[in-house]
């Protein structure tokens, strides 16, 4: 017997995105693979019209119910698995990890 996979205890979480766009597109890619819970920490500038533009219609509803947050912690807090990725490079980010850790 397949156990099903309850989709809505998974939450995207975007931590400080610069750019408007990225945050319509993560909506459009969660949408794409039936993911619903878009959780927006801190955005830089938040344009909802041009985070839109990148979701498309059908995605819109993820833009419409994205909830934010003020720090990280917070967004992260209720959650029992926390799996996090960047793909930003620099100074910055001091340490990293691989998937294994």
């Known amino acids: ?9 998974i939450a995207i979480v975007l931590n ?3 750019f408007s766009e990225n945050v319509g597109s993560a909506a459009r890619a969660m949408k794409n693979m039936g993911l619903s819970r878009l959780i927006v920490v801190n955005p830089e500038s938040f344009d909802p019209n041009r985070a ?3 979701a498309t219609q059908g995605a ?13 912690l917070e967004a992260v807090g ?5 799996v996090g990725a960047t793909a930003r490079l ?9 998937p294994d850790r």
């Open 1 to 9: 017997m397949t156990e099903h996979l309850d989709l809505s205890r």
């Open 16 to 18: 400080e995105p610069r």
């Open 52 to 54: 839109a533009s990148m």
């Open 60 to 72: 819109l509803d993820v833009l419409l119910s994205m909830q934010t947050a003020d720090s990280l």
């Open 78 to 82: 209720p959650f029992g698995y926390v």
């Open 90 to 98: 620099g100074g910055v980010r001091k340490s990293s990890f691989p």
